[in-house]
């Protein structure tokens, strides 16, 4: 093999090592019940996706996890695809379309359709070509989509099988609409914002002259006393949906309102007469405790309208324009229909105050536009039925979310559940399976239209009822005829179904469902979702929903939630602040194992993750470090006649004849293995990836390779033993640290495996087998580690620890009192403890070299020294003669000054922030570095009082 270079250059190796694993077959799984299965399915990025710091954070978790599994024996397989993103999907193609000065609707369904598929195939699987650069282990093989042939025959069976069931209705109810998109969306699809708006106050005259009532004083209304009016005041957000009022409502209990009730109002401009009625659902304390009724735009004035037997007036057309509303308002714009209402109801002397009222408005996840509650005629799920199995599951523990604090969340939400509008009004998706007769619809006396469009008023449960007996029909397959009535005259339902309806039968259609396959069979359940907050209730509780409807078990054993990336500040990343961090810039500048390690070590489990570009500098510095360490031990074993092979059993055989640092080095790893199992077990990332660094970085490269310099010129034995360790210690590393930084941990390993001549054990369930797999030696399939019991050694570590604080030690004082790089100060030991002196005497030479020091004596008692700087180092004393190396009054001058300076920092920087007008003024970030400022500033004033005391007793 060519041997290691010089310089880590991640762009010599990643995209050739990626190419390799794939070529080998080395990311493939196939049914083997001779091993057990461990799978995870990818949260499909949408077609429409680039890869982002979110979808870098998820798949480098999921692809640790993978890994790890696959190299403890499991038979892992990730499954990877892509989802449709209906909406997001038919937006970029509209304004693709747009920029051709042409609309969807110019070209017609079928062409439009036609348009989307070329697009996806052009651009949709970009992101599957990113997630590949991050080094992601998917069984490629395996690529699904949500609108691929056998995903979509599992859309249209869980459709009909739900159908059958009851669970699938059509109805007329309140539902969140996007104008922007138009659409209906659900209730997730629609987070609410708070929005800084007004509410307005408007008068509605009495019907009946003479009616006039009394209302007590109130700063509503701005009157200081009480008066009478003719006119009922009434409060709202939305000024133009008056237009839609039926009724207006009072509480029963309200005084202030007891006469009016069962009257009647007239609406303002309209001269339409409202009946006033009484109900509970109002609530007397907001506005002046009287509320406009709206019934086709109001989910809370739904109810009411349906109570009392309302009218049902949809106001707005799918596009947020007025429509059935007096002449002078058809055709606005809602929110230029509101402006122009202002105008008018203040000119007619029927406005009352205008208050600025801050209020939750639901805006769509796609375009972000302020929805408008509205009437419509959709595809609903009932979804109690559904969520009861999955609440149980959750509370008896058969899937555990992670971190714990979700699922309190979860169960909050499924245990409140609303049911699910599935019906989207686009063409880019999954088309409803169902059918609509139309001589049918004439028999029944229902316009065939009102088969497809959102109905102006809310049928009753007779008309439903007799729309699905005369000529509804859901079926798997285009139907030829009717069945009620043989007619042949069918039409399609025009709506898709949400997106996520694909997507919650994810974890099981990815392996064939409906089919009964053998990866279906072998795989499911699988074993642990990665994903984030945000789609909690979008996917996870739905797809365990679907899982126990079709599959009749959990779709997953553990939900890992991970959190979400932000900036330094705390701010989420988003293009319209400016922060964004590209991953593929940083793999570019860095590597991918530099992006992956920084990503984990950035945050607690479950906890955000706060970045900036610099922080990717402690990943490439590591895989440098450990790039210039394996250099070291490479050159190290191959120049030497004691060529290392079959290293590790050797080192059990013989462990109690090696030195004190090859125990301590091998205890260490031990400890190690331990602790980063434990952490990727139980999803401590970061844990995981902190042990690796402080015991490669600390452990390894600042002690035992020093130390390994100096064994390695002793005796041939020792030789012997130092290499077989360092061969040892690094090619185990290699393989803990594979899962996090897989790239530069296989171009290493390859290396040592080649120059050490050791051969490798294969992870694989029936126990480890030695290798005889040809060109699948890779790293991916080597065993994990697994800790010896008898190399854990706490009296080597003990020994160790005490070594290495007394050369600490040694090499603190001796940089902070300047004493010159090439000098060789002696040192004097001194001991009540024989077995401390024992030590010492043996591993004087030792001390020395990572010391630098002069001779080394050991004493059991100190002795009198007159220039010399004194230590005490866990009951050892030290004396280190500096007479002839230092200035001694030079160094006194040099602290005092340095002191004196950190005097006034600190006297100015303490009436700084004594200063009121500066802690509750100035930013706060600026108050807590001033203050992070000032402790550092006396922690070295302590410091520098410590050494000037000891010079001043030279």
């Not at 304004?95 to 079928?110: H, N, P, S, T, V």
């Not at 290293?647 to 602790?675: E, F, N, Y």
């Not at 030991?829 to 043996?842: G, H, I, Q, W």
Request: charged fraction near 25%.
């Amino acid at each position: 093999m060519p041997e290691l270079p010089p310089q880590y250059n991640p762009k010599d190796v990643e995209e050739a090592r990626y190419q390799w694993w794939e070529s080998q077959g080395l990311f493939r799984a196939e049914p083997d019940p001779s091993r057990k299965p461990y799978t995870i399915v990818i949260p499909p990025p949408n077609v429409t996706g680039i890869l982002h710091m979110g979808h870098a954070l998820n798949n480098t978790i999921q692809d640790i996890l993978i890994r790890f599994k696959r190299m403890q024996g499991f038979n892992a397989l990730w499954v990877p695809g892509t989802d449709h993103a209906g909406i997001a999907t038919q937006n970029v193609v509209e304004k693709a379309l747009a920029k051709e000065g042409k609309r969807r609707q110019d070209l017609g369904r079928d062409a439009f359709i036609k348009r989307v598929w070329e697009w996806k195939e052009q651009y949709g699987n970009t992101i599957l070509y990113q997630l590949k650069r991050l080094g992601s282990s998917c069984d490629w093989r395996r690529t699904r989509f949500t609108m691929d042939e056998g995903l979509s025959e599992a859309v249209t069976e869980v459709f009909v099988r739900l159908h059958e069931k009851g669970l699938i209705y059509r109805g007329n109810y309140i539902i969140n609409w996007c104008p922007r998109c138009q659409t209906a969306l659900a209730d997730e699809e629609a987070p609410r914002e708070e929005t800084q708006g007004k509410l307005y106050y408007i008068r509605y005259p009495l019907e009946v002259p003479g009616s006039e009532f009394r209302v007590p004083s109130s700063p509503k209304t701005r009157n200081p006393k009480p008066e009478t009016r003719n006119y009922v005041e009434v409060a709202t957000t939305r000024p133009e949906t008056m237009l839609g009022d039926t009724a207006i409502a009072v509480h029963p209990k309200d005084k202030r309102y007891k006469g009016l009730i069962g009257k009647h109002a007239i609406l303002p401009l309209v001269n339409r007469k409202l009946p006033i009625i009484a109900d509970e659902a109002v609530d007397p304390k907001f506005g002046t405790g009287a509320v406009k009724v709206t019934p086709a735009h109001d989910p809370v004035d739904f109810q009411l309208g349906k109570k009392h037997a309302l009218e049902f007036l949809n106001v707005m057309t799918d596009d947020g324009r007025m429509t059935n509303v007096p002449k002078p308002y058809e055709g606005l714009d809602r929110f230029d229909c509101r402006s122009k209402l202002i105008v008018d109801l203040e000119q007619q002397g029927f406005l009352g105050p205008i208050d600025e009222h801050l209020h939750n408005v639901g805006h769509c996840y796609r375009c972000h536009t302020a929805i408008e509650p509205r009437l419509s005629l959709q595809w609903f799920v009932k979804m109690q039925p559904l969520a009861q199995p999955a609440i149980k599951a959750v509370k008896d523990g058969t899937i555990t979310f992670v971190p714990s604090r979700w699922t309190k969340v979860y169960l909050n939400w499924m245990e409140n559940i609303q049911d699910w509008c599935i019906s989207r009004q686009i063409w880019w998706g999954h088309r409803l399976p169902v059918y609509y007769c139309q001589a049918c619809a004439g028999q029944a006396g229902v316009r065939s239209s009102e088969f497809g469009v959102r109905s102006k008023t809310t049928p009753t449960n007779y008309e439903l009822r007799t729309m699905n007996k005369w000529g509804v029909i859901v079926s798997k397959t285009a139907p030829t005829k009717c069945p009620a009535c043989g007619g042949t005259d069918l039409r399609q339902d025009e709506d898709v179904l949400d997106t996520w309806f694909s997507s919650w039968l994810w974890p099981f259609s990815t392996l064939g469902w409906p089919k009964k396959t053998k990866d279906l069979e072998y795989f499911y359940p699988t074993s642990t979702l990665v994903t984030a907050q945000e789609i909690i209730f979008f996917w996870v509780a739905r797809m365990i929903m679907a899982g126990y409807v079709c599959m009749k078990q959990p779709p997953f054993a553990k939900v890992y939630i991970h959190g979400t990336v932000r900036d330094l500040t705390g701010k989420k990343m988003s293009k319209s602040l400016g922060n964004i961090i590209d991953p593929l810039e940083i793999i570019d500048q860095y590597g991918t194992d530099a992006l992956r390690y920084t990503l984990v070590t950035a945050t607690a489990i479950g906890q955000d993750v706060f970045l900036s570009e610099e922080r990717f500098a402690v990943g490439r510095n590591f895989a440098n470090k450990l790039w210039n360490a394996t250099r070291f031990v490479l050159s190290t074993v191959a120049s030497g006649e004691w060529r290392v092979a079959s290293a590790h059993s050797s080192l059990i055989t013989h462990h109690s004849s090696l030195t004190v640092p090859d125990r301590w080095i091998l205890s260490r790893l031990q400890r190690t293995i331990i602790r980063v199992t434990t952490s990727l077990d139980h999803f401590l990332f970061n844990d995981a990836a902190n042990a690796l660094y402080d015991f490669l970085w600390h452990d390894v490269c600042d002690w035992y390779l020093e130390i390994a310099k100096i064994q390695l010129n002793q005796t041939s034995d020792v030789r012997h033993q130092t290499s077989g360790v360092l061969v040892h210690v690094l090619e185990t590393s290699l393989r803990l640290l594979h899962p996090i930084m897989p790239f530069v941990t296989e171009e290493l390993w390859q290396h040592v495996r080649s120059v050490s001549g050791f051969e490798f054990q294969v992870s694989g369930s029936t126990g480890t087998r030695n290798s005889k797999l040809g060109t699948r030696n890779s790293i991916m399939v080597a065993e994990w580690p697994k800790a010896s019991k008898r190399m854990v050694d706490d009296e080597a570590e003990a020994l160790m620890e005490r070594l290495q604080a007394v050369v600490t030690a040694i090499r603190n004082t001796r940089a902070e009192l300047n004493v010159p790089l090439g000098s060789r100060p002696l040192v004097r030991l001194s001991s009540a403890k024989p077995s401390v002196r024992t030590f010492f005497e043996t591993h004087r030479a030792l001390l020395q070299a990572l010391a630098q020091t002069g001779e080394v004596s050991v004493d059991a008692t100190r002795r009198r020294e007159k220039h010399a700087a004194a230590m005490v180092v866990d009951g050892i004393e030290i004396l280190m003669p500096l007479a002839g190396l230092i200035d001694l009054k030079k160094e006194e001058a040099r602290l005092q000054q340095k002191i004196e300076e950190l005097n006034r920092y600190i006297s100015q920087t303490g009436v700084r922030l004594r200063d009121s007008q500066f802690v509750t003024k100035a930013p706060k970030d600026v108050v807590e570095d001033t203050k992070a400022r000032l402790a550092q500033a006396e922690e070295t004033h302590r410091k520098l009082s410590d050494l000037l005391a000891l010079v001043q007793s030279m």
